[in-house]
């Protein structure tokens, strides 16, 4: 089932809401926690996010020309380069001002605004502890995905079949079924977590 692009938006514009509330109230250590991406504290994280609301589209070309097209490389250098000229409160400030900005990643949609802002959201929230993304807005993050648009994370799913116990999610078609949070099939899918039973490998 393909979800209308207004109700896509409309849990984007949510998802930014409710982080920018939870950020608000981090205390200078917490913004310097390590979150689930490697390498980056919730700084970077949160720097990352707002990068397309500060870059102008030139920058960003120049940027990714000097990391030989490699975005991971370049995401890398910006959200580090913007963490060390700008605050903690600035960056929330970013954020708070483009909570209905209508940026969508190339190719990616809506849909792929909704993923960004969510599985990065996750990367701030689990290693503090703080309240998780409600699981229907990860029901839409997943839906019709069947974890295809999660192959480049690495994942393998082969034999497996995901089950959210909180929300309608299933992903994968294997006769060995997983049941956990919809946010844990989210963190699995994006090799944030490892399988139940399996090394993480990525």
């Known amino acids: ?20 509330g939870l950020l608000a109230g981090l205390t200078p250590e917490q913004w310097a926690t390590p979150s689930l991406c490697e390498g980056w504290r919730v700084r970077e994280v949160v720097a990352h996010i707002t990068m397309a609301y500060r870059i102008s589209g030139p920058a960003f070309f120049a940027g990714l020309l000097r990391s030989w097209f ?3 490389r370049y995401a890398d250098r910006a959200a ?15 954020l708070r001002e483009n909570i209905r900005h209508p940026w969508q990643p190339p190719g990616g949609g809506q849909a792929g605004a909704l993923s960004h802002d969510v599985i990065h959201g996750l990367d701030i929230t689990e290693p503090l502890c703080l309240p998780p ?20 994370f690495g994942v393998d799913l082969r034999g497996t079949r995901l089950i959210a116990t909180d929300a309608e ?12 949070p919809a946010k844990d099939v989210l963190l699995v899918l994006t090799g944030r977590r490892p399988m139940p039973g399996r090394k993480r490998t990525v």
Do not use: N, W
Request: charged share 30%.
């Open 169 to 180: 999610v299933r992903v994968g078609d294997g006769p060995d079924e997983v049941t956990m």
């Open 133 to 152: 993304v409600p699981p229907e807005r990860i029901a839409l993050v997943l839906d019709g995905s069947g974890g295809r648009d999660f192959d480049y």
């Open 70 to 72: 490699r975005f991971h």
């Open 1 to 20: 089932m393909t979800t209308d692009t207004a109700t896509l938006q409309a849990a984007t514009f949510a998802e930014r809401e409710r982080l920018v």
């Open 80 to 94: 580090k380069a913007d963490t060390a000229k700008l605050t903690d409160a600035q960056l929330l400030e970013v």
